[in-house]
């Protein structure tokens, strides 16, 4: 399996590595450790490049598997033992950890307004849009809901980042803030990201250390996706 440094440090830019597999025909590497986010959980993988020597490589998808972290490559691949150094394209990683952090913190004043789970989302740097089960929404929440999450935000709350053995995950369903639990069946540890006193869930990508990083953020829409069920969008500030 490959070292996930992204997993354990969100603010590492670059790493060195050694190309354990590569698959030739996919034009894709496993390498052994990697601060390459492979996307899940609405958030999109990292970008960036690998060098091997003075040769760039773009990394232009990432993507993981038990086997580990795959890097998909633009150029020739280097072969299995191969030793790379990598950076990831850091204005696109930081900007996705300060959108991912704001929508927990979206999804923690909701919690508290409504008890209301979340039914989908989505990200691209700046911008995010969560889908919660809403019945009792009116449209005079939205103002109100924003001035609590840029309250909150800017606190300058914690942002801490567990893990938590399976078993004990499982034990404590206000974990999970989706209507169906997303976690695989066969993950053993679980990743915990706490906004501490504002929003606590398992997660496994990236944030910020302090949630006054993320800035103002604004609720651009809230769209209704059926009966009960609403679309809510935000946008960071800057």
Not at 144 to 166: D, G, S, T, Y
Not at 189 to 203: F, S
Request: charged share 30%; net charge negative; proline share 5%.
């Amino acid at each position: 399996m490959s070292e996930k440094i992204y997993s354990t440090d969100s603010y590492a830019r670059s790493m060195s590595a050694s190309v354990m597999d590569t698959d030739r025909e996919d034009r894709r590497v496993l390498l052994d450790r990697t601060v390459f986010y492979p996307g899940g959980g609405g958030q999109p993988h990292d970008v960036g490049a690998l060098w091997v020597g003075d040769d760039e490589l773009e990394v232009v998808r990432v993507t993981a598997d038990k086997q580990g972290v795959w890097h998909w490559l633009e150029g020739d691949l280097p072969p299995a033992g191969t030793e790379v150094r990598g950076e990831i394209d850091w204005d696109n990683r930081y900007s996705l950890m300060r959108t991912h952090t704001a929508m927990h913190a979206l999804c923690g004043v909701v919690w508290d307004r409504f008890q209301s789970p979340v039914t989908g989302g989505n990200m691209t740097p700046g911008e995010g849009r969560l889908d919660f089960d809403l019945p009792d929404w009116d449209a005079s929440h939205k103002f109100p809901m924003e001035e609590e999450l840029n309250a909150h935000l800017n606190k300058a709350l914690e942002v801490q980042v567990a893990f938590l053995p399976r078993e004990e995950a499982d034990a404590d369903p206000s974990l999970i803030r989706t209507k169906v639990s997303l976690l695989p069946p066969d993950l053993r540890e679980v990743r915990v990201i706490d906004i501490v006193g504002l929003d606590r869930q398992a997660d496994g990508g990236t944030h910020v250390h302090r949630t006054d990083e993320v800035g103002a953020v604004q609720i651009v829409k809230v769209e209704s996706k059926g009966k009960g069920f609403r679309r809510i969008r935000l946008a960071l500030a800057d």
